[in-house]
């Protein structure tokens, strides 16, 4: 007897349930995952009371609530054994609705781990391993085009095409997300950076029979740049790394606040700041200089030249009002301040922005600052915020300032 004789016959004998049964374990045992989905709609639509075949969207009421239901079951009925079979791209056209993405994320980093060479950290696959390179990009695909998990795509990218190609992908698909989305595919770029600087400087050093300091984990650049100028001078010219992709690192890590990757960022800031003048490129303000700039936002943040730092920005900021030169310096303000733990004077720097007229940064316009209101109740600045608000017109944000102060004074005291 022949499959299709069984399923008629079963049919017959134990009803359409059993049939239904039968034929998805034999589905299941072949790996036939994308019949096995057609089967459960089938299924569905039999024991729903509905006609086996025909427009779905015609159905309506609790039966359509009931067909979607069964369908997002199906999904991921089949849509994590392709997973687990390598087929990425096959499996997240199913998940992609019915799975939650960090879901994904965890397996996605798991078969990447096991396709990827053991113990290089910056290694892809053999050149002619073309299979596993296809796999891979088609994580690449769902974890960073997708957005189910950037960081784990950008650490690909850098795998698989380079840095380059890694820092153009974050500029594409990374920099529109929010803030918060951005941090772990930016620390990801930094970290990045920091090692192939602390590897070219300490391949430099050795090629002139310089003392190497011992390395960490993360390799410091401070005690190489310090053994760099015992052989080279303070006026050193050799550059160790492309200076597009350091300052773009250093752009790209504002709105981390990981105290490692800030760290990673500052040792890179402070590298920045002794290249000569001719290869560095002019950022907008307040990162005309990026290295000097760089090196003292993400410094004040580990305690380094606070007073300087935020005298520097204040400046920048004014500098930037006067001239109408765009919201970056005061929005970079704003930031540095919050992250001191100096709300009340974020606040007083974030009313200072000018309100319309100019484009918002990518700081304010991927929510890396943290709101008038916010600020204001941290600060314990109610009347501040309502009297700029009155001065303003902003009747929403008046709106919005009593309200919070009314749940601040009755939930948290």
């Known amino acids: 007897m022949d499959t299709f004789d069984r399923l008629e016959t079963t049919a017959a004998r134990d009803g359409m349930a059993a049939m239904f049964h039968e034929l998805a374990e034999s589905l299941r045992t072949r790996g036939r995952w994308h019949a096995l989905f057609d089967l459960r709609l089938l299924e569905a639509r039999v024991q729903l009371g509905l006609p086996a075949t025909g427009d779905a969207g015609d159905i309506a009421g609790d039966a359509r609530d009931a067909l979607d239901a069964r369908s997002l079951a199906a999904c991921r009925e089949v849509g994590w054994p392709l997973l687990d079979e390598g087929q990425v791209a096959a499996g997240w056209m199913y998940l992609r609705a019915a799975a939650e993405p960090a879901d994904v994320a965890t397996k996605l980093a798991a078969i990447a781990a096991d396709l990827l060479p053991a113990g290089a950290a910056d290694a892809g696959p053999a050149d002619d391993d073309e299979e596993t390179a296809a796999r891979l990009q088609e994580i690449v695909h769902v974890a960073l085009w997708e957005g189910v998990d950037p960081a784990l795509g950008i650490d690909l990218v850098i795998r698989l095409q380079g840095t380059c190609n890694a820092i153009t992908a974050y500029e594409q698909a990374v920099s529109r ?61 050799s550059i160790h790394v492309d200076v597009s992709h350091l300052q773009s690192a250093l752009r790209i890590a504002r709105p981390c606040v990981d105290p490692a990757t800030i760290h990673a960022a500052w040792e890179l800031a402070t590298y920045a700041c002794r290249l000569p003048r001719d290869v560095v490129y002019p950022g907008e303000p307040p990162f005309e200089d990026v290295g000097h700039a760089s090196r003292l936002f993400f410094g004040a943040q580990l305690g380094h030249d606070v007073g300087e730092a935020v005298g520097f920005f204040h400046r920048a900021a004014t500098t930037a009002r006067r001239e109408e030169s765009g919201t970056l310096a005061c ?67 008046y709106a919005a300032t009593v309200a919070a102060r009314d749940h601040q004074s009755r939930y948290q005291g």
């Open 331 to 397: 929005d970079t303000l704003v930031l540095l301040l919050d992250r001191l733990g100096r709300p009340r004077e974020a606040l007083a720097a974030l009313l200072e922005r000018p309100a319309e007229g100019q484009m918002h940064s990518p700081l304010q316009a991927s929510g890396a600052l943290a709101s008038v209101v916010d600020l204001a109740g941290r600060a314990g600045a109610w009347d501040d915020l309502l009297a700029a608000c009155r001065a303003r017109g902003d009747e929403i944000t």
């Open 177 to 237: 997300l929010p803030a918060r989305r951005q941090e772990r595919a930016a620390a990801v770029l930094v970290h990045h950076l920091h090692g192939e600087v602390a590897r070219a400087l300490r391949s430099d050093l050795v090629a002139r029979g310089a003392a190497v300091p011992p390395a960490g984990a993360p390799d410091p650049l401070p005690p190489l740049l310090d053994s760099l100028r015992a052989v080279g001078g303070a006026d050193d010219p």
